[in-house]
Nanobody, 116 residues
Framework: QVQLVESGGGLVQAGGSLRLSCGASGIRFNIYRMGWYRQAPGKQRELVALITSSGSTKYADSVKDRFTISRDSAKNTVYLQMNSLKPEDTAVYYC??????????WGQGTQVTVSS
Protein backbone atom coordinates (compact mmCIF):
# COMPACT_ATOMS: atom_id res chain seq x y z
CA GLN A 1 0.00 0.00 0.00
CA VAL A 2 1.36 3.37 -1.03
CA GLN A 3 1.45 6.09 1.59
CA LEU A 4 2.61 9.68 1.33
CA VAL A 5 2.58 11.49 4.65
CA GLU A 6 3.26 15.21 4.87
CA SER A 7 4.33 17.08 7.97
CA GLY A 8 5.82 20.40 8.95
CA GLY A 9 3.00 22.79 8.18
CA GLY A 10 1.84 25.44 10.60
CA LEU A 11 1.33 29.12 11.27
CA VAL A 12 4.20 31.51 10.63
CA GLN A 13 4.62 35.25 10.29
CA ALA A 14 5.48 36.80 6.97
CA GLY A 15 9.20 36.59 6.35
CA GLY A 16 9.50 33.39 8.34
CA SER A 17 10.47 29.88 7.32
CA LEU A 18 9.03 26.39 7.41
CA ARG A 19 10.29 23.02 6.21
CA LEU A 20 7.78 20.51 4.93
CA SER A 21 8.54 16.81 4.82
CA CYS A 22 6.85 14.00 2.92
CA GLY A 23 7.65 10.43 3.84
CA ALA A 24 6.88 7.81 1.21
CA SER A 25 6.27 4.11 1.68
CA GLY A 26 5.13 1.34 -0.63
CA ILE A 27 7.02 2.68 -3.65
CA ARG A 28 10.53 2.49 -5.01
CA PHE A 29 11.12 6.05 -3.96
CA ASN A 30 14.34 6.61 -5.89
CA ILE A 31 12.70 6.07 -9.30
CA TYR A 32 9.82 8.49 -8.72
CA ARG A 33 9.54 12.13 -9.59
CA MET A 34 8.41 13.89 -6.44
CA GLY A 35 6.57 17.16 -6.23
CA TRP A 36 4.96 19.69 -3.96
CA TYR A 37 1.70 21.33 -4.96
CA ARG A 38 -0.55 23.73 -3.11
CA GLN A 39 -4.17 24.74 -3.10
CA ALA A 40 -5.47 27.96 -1.62
CA PRO A 41 -9.17 28.43 -0.80
CA GLY A 42 -11.19 29.00 -3.95
CA LYS A 43 -8.23 28.30 -6.22
CA GLN A 44 -7.01 25.37 -8.26
CA ARG A 45 -4.18 23.18 -7.10
CA GLU A 46 -0.91 24.47 -8.51
CA LEU A 47 2.61 23.21 -8.87
CA VAL A 48 5.13 24.56 -6.37
CA ALA A 49 8.25 22.47 -7.05
CA LEU A 50 9.36 19.20 -8.64
CA ILE A 51 12.43 17.03 -8.23
CA THR A 52 13.21 14.18 -10.60
CA SER A 53 14.77 10.86 -9.71
CA SER A 54 18.12 12.26 -10.86
CA GLY A 55 17.78 15.40 -8.76
CA SER A 56 16.79 17.96 -11.37
CA THR A 57 14.45 20.59 -10.00
CA LYS A 58 11.75 22.90 -11.29
CA TYR A 59 9.97 25.70 -9.46
CA ALA A 60 6.95 27.88 -9.93
CA ASP A 61 8.00 31.45 -10.71
CA SER A 62 6.25 32.65 -7.56
CA VAL A 63 8.55 30.64 -5.27
CA LYS A 64 11.86 30.74 -7.12
CA ASP A 65 14.75 31.87 -4.92
CA ARG A 66 12.62 31.38 -1.79
CA PHE A 67 11.77 27.66 -1.77
CA THR A 68 14.08 24.68 -2.16
CA ILE A 69 13.00 21.11 -2.88
CA SER A 70 15.27 18.22 -1.98
CA ARG A 71 15.08 14.48 -1.51
CA ASP A 72 16.76 11.90 0.69
CA SER A 73 16.54 8.44 -0.83
CA ALA A 74 17.92 6.81 2.30
CA LYS A 75 14.90 8.12 4.20
CA ASN A 76 12.36 7.94 1.35
CA THR A 77 11.57 11.56 2.08
CA VAL A 78 11.16 14.72 0.04
CA TYR A 79 11.49 18.14 1.63
CA LEU A 80 10.37 21.65 0.83
CA GLN A 81 12.34 24.39 2.56
CA MET A 82 10.29 27.57 2.45
CA ASN A 83 11.95 30.87 3.29
CA SER A 84 10.77 34.47 3.13
CA LEU A 85 7.19 33.31 3.36
CA LYS A 86 4.44 35.62 2.20
CA PRO A 87 0.73 35.69 3.04
CA GLU A 88 0.01 34.57 -0.52
CA ASP A 89 1.87 31.32 0.23
CA THR A 90 -1.01 30.35 2.53
CA ALA A 91 -2.48 27.08 1.25
CA VAL A 92 -2.74 23.37 1.83
CA TYR A 93 0.47 21.81 0.56
CA TYR A 94 0.34 18.37 -1.02
CA CYS A 95 3.07 15.90 -1.79
CA UNK A 96 2.92 14.02 -5.08
CA UNK A 97 4.71 10.91 -6.30
CA UNK A 98 4.71 10.30 -10.02
CA UNK A 99 5.96 7.53 -12.25
CA UNK A 100 4.27 7.41 -15.63
CA UNK A 101 4.24 3.63 -15.85
CA UNK A 102 3.63 2.76 -12.23
CA UNK A 103 1.77 5.16 -9.97
CA UNK A 104 0.66 8.72 -9.38
CA UNK A 105 -0.68 9.67 -5.98
CA TRP A 106 -1.08 12.30 -3.32
CA GLY A 107 -0.62 12.79 0.37
CA GLN A 108 -3.35 14.12 2.61
CA GLY A 109 -1.94 17.64 2.68
CA THR A 110 -0.56 19.93 5.34
CA GLN A 111 -1.79 23.45 6.07
CA VAL A 112 0.57 26.39 5.81
CA THR A 113 -0.71 29.73 7.05
CA VAL A 114 1.36 32.90 6.74
CA SER A 115 0.16 35.88 8.71
CA SER A 116 0.89 39.45 7.68
Amino acid sequence: QVQLVESGGGLVQAGGSLRLSCGASGIRFNIYRMGWYRQAPGKQRELVALITSSGSTKYADSVKDRFTISRDSAKNTVYLQMNSLKPEDTAVYYCNADHTALYNGWGQGTQVTVSS
